[in-house]
């Protein structure tokens, strides 16, 4: 009886321990449909309500190496350049995730892990590469700072390689 009795109180234990935290914060789910939004916009190339998605005064962080953080103004400007010079612009999410502070808390904040694909307008070579984005939300539910972490170095030189390369 004592070996039951113990072996009921280790899986009672085992059975209340929770292996995944709960997101509870409730500004997330708002926050992820403006960041899917958000890329939906880009893809689409529509600037004008992109902008409103974006706090005047955001903090961007490329993916260019040695690039300094960007404003509102530098960020529009980096927006158009991708959609000046690729067409046919799709992302292949593969997951979204909310983020944490520091401590590991859920703030509200937004993640993705997916692959972006586009034709580079001037050669016509397809690019595909395999991203990270973090998107963090002021209190009107604005991009506050975004960051993007993908080898753009590597997207640019494979998409104006020509044949003879």
Request: aromatic fraction near 14%; glycine fraction near 8%; proline fraction near 4%.
């Amino acid at each position: 009886m004592k070996k039951y009795l113990i072996l009921l109180v280790v899986a009672f234990i085992f059975s209340s321990c929770e292996t995944t935290p709960k997101n509870n914060n409730p500004k997330y789910e708002a926050n992820l449909a403006t960041a899917k939004k958000y890329f939906e916009l880009f893809k689409t190339e529509d600037m004008d309500a992109q902008k409103p998605l974006i706090c005047p005064g955001v903090t961007f962080h490329s993916p260019f190496i040695g690039s300094e953080p960007a404003k509102f103004d530098g960020l529009i400007a980096g927006n158009k350049a991708w959609q000046d010079n690729f067409e046919d612009i799709t992302y292949s999410e593969s997951v979204w995730l909310p983020g944490t502070d520091s401590l590991g808390v859920f703030n509200g904040s937004v993640r993705t892990y997916g692959t972006w694909t586009a034709k580079f307008s001037q050669t016509g070579n397809v690019v595909s590469v395999n991203a990270y984005h973090y998107f963090d939300f002021n209190d009107a539910g604005q991009i506050h700072i975004q960051g993007d972490y993908f080898d753009a170095t590597g997207v640019m030189a494979a998409a104006m390689k020509t044949s003879e390369e």
